[in-house]
């Protein structure tokens, strides 16, 4: 029997025909969102002409508990051959291939419900749903610790690892589309995927409603279906653990270490801001303590 941590490493293997049709997207609702402006792309093109990724500069690190999530047994896909001419054909293959496999992690140490165009549980009066939702339920409270929107060959991969898309029109409306549901749904990870691209984004917002402010950072990564070296299972991976780590931090406690009670806990990754004794507000504690979680 594989592990998840053994089908997480590896790219889907099943044969796939693009027909490479493009849907745009202008949505009236995502004109009211400013498009995307400050980037911090992690992924890089290799010599090779593979992509890779880098998520330790913006992600927490890994922990006890992704021991425990990668060590659950997993069966991969069944072989098919796939067409994707339709957006519903890219959202089938996403999930066949690619988030099933992670949501075998997921089945214990929490267990993680992903469901597929459902409006925000916290929020009420909203009429827009993103395609795909992956949440955590605490008690009678669920917290959705990621979203997912599904386009057709519309993500401008050479845009994107710029670190600017002021140039074109479609991709500065996808990034207010993609704004907009993560201030709707409250959540600062956020992924897209339109058949040939994987572009993932974490706004970096101290608090929520700094989703919506122009300069927030966001960071980046843009990964090719067919030409990245970081598998598409094990960044999905990555970017719900973030969004769990973001949620324990929300169900924290107000406490004090070391006798320092901190200044702020972010909003888009729970960690604590401490205030140092030269009065800069830091990430790490000035004793020296360190967050874990026990496995």
């Keep these: 029997m594989n592990t998840t941590a053994a089908l997480l490493s590896e790219h889907p293997t099943n044969y796939v025909y693009n027909t490479d049709y493009v849907t745009q997207s202008d949505k009236a609702w995502a004109r009211n969102y400013r498009p995307i402006h400050t980037m911090l792309v992690h992924t ?3 010599g090779d002409g593979l992509t890779y990724a880098d998520f330790k500069t913006a992600f927490l690190p890994r922990d006890d508990d992704d021991d425990l999530r990668l060590r659950a047994s997993a069966v991969p896909p069944n072989q098919r051959t796939w067409r994707l001419q339709s957006e519903a054909d890219c959202e089938l293959w996403f999930h066949s291939e690619i988030s099933n496999i992670v949501l075998a992690a997921w089945n214990q140490y929490p267990v993680v419900t992903q469901t597929s165009h459902t409006k925000p549980p916290l929020i009420a009066n909203i ?13 009678a409270t669920r917290t959705v610790l990621a979203i997912g929107e599904m386009k057709r060959n519309l993500v401008d991969p050479r845009l994107w690892q710029g670190g600017d898309i002021s140039s074109s029109a479609s991709q500065k409306k996808l990034s207010q589309e993609l704004r907009g549901y993560a201030d709707k749904y409250q959540c600062p990870q956020v992924f897209c995927f339109d058949g040939k691209t994987l572009l993932l984004l974490q706004f970096r917002a101290n608090r929520v409603e700094d989703i919506l402010k122009e300069n927030c950072p966001v960071d980046c990564w843009v990964l090719p279906r067919a030409s990245s070296f970081t598998t598409l299972r094990s960044a999905l991976y990555m970017l719900l653990v973030q969004g769990f780590r973001r949620f324990q931090g929300a169900c924290a406690p107000q406490v004090s270490v070391g006798g320092l009670t901190p200044q702020l806990r972010q909003f888009y990754n729970g960690q604590l801001i401490w205030a140092a004794p030269e009065g800069m507000n830091v990430l790490e504690h000035p004793g020296g303590y360190q967050r874990s979680v026990d496995a």
């Excluded at 009429?127 to 008690?139: I, L, M, Q, R, W």
């Design 44 to 46: 890089s093109i290799g």
């Design 127 to 139: 009429s827009e749903e993103v395609d795909t939702t992956y949440s955590v339920k605490f008690g």
